[in-house]
């Protein structure tokens, strides 16, 4: 069964970068489909943030591009989100996702958890 | 505001058949992207439900549906049963904001 488990801080400050990871368990993320992260403001609906193809490429929701970095550690079996400029209305919980893909077509099938990351000073 | 339109909340009693519907236009499900369900109970995370319009992931009980006509899809479930108490998103893509777009979710109560 795949399992997704992210980590990373609970509380960021204003201005201050979002760091989460994705660790992957019982399926090697070089081994195809796309991994993409999503999040969901406290009582609000879900919003796609963006994600990378096994291959390395990354996509991106335009609206967030200009601070979203995703990234892979194939070593790990992780895959990472960066977040830059934060403000309040980035607080949400912030869900890892294995994606398949097509260019017609992008279905999340396997979730995290979900952490919640609070932005505030 | 989303892109796809879902009705806020549905309700039906034990047993009957409910039908959530997620408009979208000619960018999106208009356009013959695929539309994909989820369902997520209360303080979890989201679980696929239908993936590619009508097609159900392995443990998922056949009284979830979906459909996709024109512009629009529907997820319909029946025997409905208080464990399907949930809120229920769809998802596309859409061409004009190039981006995978969800609906605004709609919460099912079961009466």
């Known amino acids: 069964q795949v399992q997704l488990q992210e980590s990373g801080p609970g509380l960021v400050k204003p201005s201050e970068t979002l760091s989460l990871t994705c660790t992957v368990s019982?399926?090697?993320?070089?081994?195809?489909?796309?991994w993409g992260w999503i999040r969901q403001p406290p009582g609000k609906g879900l919003e796609w943030i963006g994600g990378?193809?096994?291959?390395?490429?990354?996509y991106y929701n335009p609206s967030l591009k200009s601070r979203v970095t995703i990234s892979v550690d194939t070593s790990k079996n992780q895959f990472s989100l960066n977040l830059s400029s934060v403000t309040a209305a980035d607080t949400a919980v912030y869900y890892c996702?294995?994606?398949?893909?097509?260019?017609?077509?992008?279905?999340?099938?396997?979730w995290g958890q979900g952490t919640l990351v609070t932005v505030s000073a | 505001q989303s892109v796809l339109t879902q009705p806020p909340s549905v309700s039906g009693a034990p047993g009957q058949r409910v039908t959530i519907s997620c408009t979208g236009s000619?960018?999106?499900?208009?356009?013959?992207?695929?539309v994909h369900w989820y369902q997520q109970l209360p303080g979890t995370a989201p679980r696929l439900l239908i993936y590619?319009?009508?097609n159900r992931p392995s443990g998922v009980p056949d009284r979830f549906s979906g459909s996709r006509s024109g512009p629009s899809a529907s997820l319909a479930i029946s025997g409905l049963q208080a464990e399907d108490e949930a809120d229920y998103y769809c998802?596309?893509?859409?061409?004009?904001?190039?981006?995978?777009?969800f609906g605004g979710g709609t919460k099912l109560t079961v009466l």
């Open positions: 000619s960018s999106n499900i208009g356009a013959g992207y695929a």
């Open positions: 996702a294995r994606c398949s893909c097509t260019s017609t077509s992008c279905f999340s099938d396997y």
């Open positions: 590619g319009n009508r």
């Open positions: 019982a399926y090697s993320i070089t081994s195809g489909y796309n």
């Open positions: 998802q596309s893509y859409d061409s004009s904001l190039s981006d995978w777009v």
């Open positions: 990378i193809y096994h291959s390395g490429v990354t």
